[in-house]
């Protein structure tokens, strides 16, 4: 299902730059997270559903691939969906794609649904999990 992916559009500017005229590894963080937010939008039904069962969601691991430099005025498409859900943790993963077609960072980050009750991490169960498991996505959807 096509809306399971967000695809958010964000020039370079120079505040995202280091000394070396790249963008800040740090700032490839901010991105996704711009990315994620515009899933959790896509998906307001998701986020009632987490919010009723007393869930939210909280980052526990983030691995990313930094494959080329992004410079000032690069346009890029952040590429945000779920690959995987576990028994207890889930994986969102990103894809930062330039205009031209190079892939310029991917990530896969782990996340839990924590009980906010109990602060701790929960089962992904029930209808939430049935939701969840309707959004994955094969990481193949990220290159179409």
Known sequence: MSTSLSRVHLRVRGYHLDGYGHVNNARYLEFMEEGRWDFFDQHPEMIKELHQAGRAFVVVNLNIDYLAAAVHGDDLEIITGIVDIGERSGVCHHRIVRKDG????????TFVLLD????KAAAIEAEVRETLVALTLPKEAFSA
């Open 102 to 109: 190079a892939v310029i960072a991917r990530a896969d980050l």
């Open 116 to 119: 906010m009750r109990a602060n």
